[in-house]
């Protein structure tokens, strides 16, 4: 509201960080289902003789959960299709149509929550969504189950994911952000053997950075064509009279 006030416009660019993303929580999907963490430890201080007592978990007829199926859930079911998974999504604002598109039946959340082996986080952060996720929601998920997190750290109650980890609440979870960053060094989820850790940084790719400015010249693009840009976080700026003098001057100056 305050941009719009001063006539600025704000755009943002979800569409370059759609596939890395989704990317990332594939990628933690098969961490956790090959129980890499664990494994890469064995590896690294040459414990072979403990291979035995770490079996992976296969994926096919496994149920993979996304709260939230907005661009990055979408794109991470799609990347999923092959694996051979039931797909299930909460998300209040997606329609089953939509959710269809992407083999995905939309359900409740405690529905949601109870049937996911692999359970994503992919909702943005906001007064509805934060600490979402509570020890009421972990305890109605399966002690089998792990927890994905790549969107926003504050969604989860990191106390009561640590509650539930430790109790074996749920098998395990990934992380890629967390409820203050960085993490204190201290942080029980940084040894835990059944949590993968990332330092919100698993989505910077050369190809999300590409994406990102890709999208700023094509927006930058739109508006020396005199066209609305796409991203345009707030709309209501464009009418506005101080806006519109703000754009002729610029077209004036860019041509």
Partial sequence: PELTAADVMLCTTPDAVKRPMAVVVLTF???????????????????????????????VGKTFGCIGAGRIGREAFALARPLGMRHIAY???????????????????????????????????NNETRHLIGARQLAKMKPSAFLINAARGPIVDEGALIDAL???????????????????????????ENVVVTPHSLGWTDQSV???????????TQLMNG?????????????????????????????
């Fill in 166 to 192: 430790r109790r074996g609440v749920i098998q395990g979870a990934a992380l890629d952000v967390y409820e203050q960053e960085p993490p204190a060094a201290d942080n029980p989820l940084l040894s835990m």
């Fill in 29 to 59: 999907l098969l961490m956790l289902s090959t129980r890499f963490q664990v494994k890469n430890g064995i590896a690294r201080a040459s414990r072979w003789s403990e291979i035995p007592k770490y079996p992976g978990y296969g994926l």
């Fill in 91 to 125: 998300d209040p604002l997606l329609t089953a149509e939509t959710a269809a598109g992407v083999d995905a039946e939309l359900l409740d959340m405690h529905t949601v929550l109870a049937e996911s082996d692999y359970l994503s986080i992919s909702c943005p952060l």
């Fill in 210 to 220: 590409m994406g990102i400015w890709s999208q700023i010249v094509g927006q930058m």
């Fill in 227 to 255: 066209e609305k840009p796409s991203g345009l976080i707030n709309p209501e700026v464009w009418t506005r009279p101080g806006f519109q003098r703000k754009l002729t001057r610029f077209l004036a100056e860019t041509r």
